[in-house]
Nanobody
């Protein structure tokens, strides 16, 4: 069982930046892909970005491509999401998870954590 703890969310103006972190613990996950998802009020959880176990390959949802960057530090068991040029439509609770890369994103395998709230004001 892997535990995931997201942090780094907050309130930011449109055009601003935030960096999210997700610390994983509980088992060795260095061979798992990891990714970020988000859930906006009244909407389903959606895929945002994923990174391969080596960190060498990344995947992004079309809506964030070119603005968000995912990375991971295997030694620290941490995955990051650098979010630039934020838009009000990026407002959501952001969650990370481990999983398997599939067409269109990441098939999450772990339990969902508490998430971290990102609010972008216009």
């Amino acid at each position: 069982q892997v535990q995931l703890l997201e942090s780094g969310g907050g309130l930011v103006q449109a055009g601003g930046s935030l960096r999210l972190s997700c610390a994983a613990s509980g088992r060795t996950f260095s061979r798992d892909a990891m990714g970020w998802f988000r859930r906006a009020p009244g909407k389903e959880r959606e895929f945002v970005a994923a990174v391969s176990w080596s960190g060498g390959t990344t995947y992004y949802a079309y809506s964030v491509k070119g603005r968000f960057t995912i990375s991971r530090d295997i030694l620290k068991n941490t995955v990051y999401l650098q979010m630039n040029s934020l838009k009000p439509e990026d407002t959501a609770a952001y969650y990370c998870n481990v999983g398997v890369i599939v067409p269109g994103g990441l098939s999450a395998l772990g339990s969902w954590g508490q998430g971290t709230q990102v609010t972008v004001s216009s």
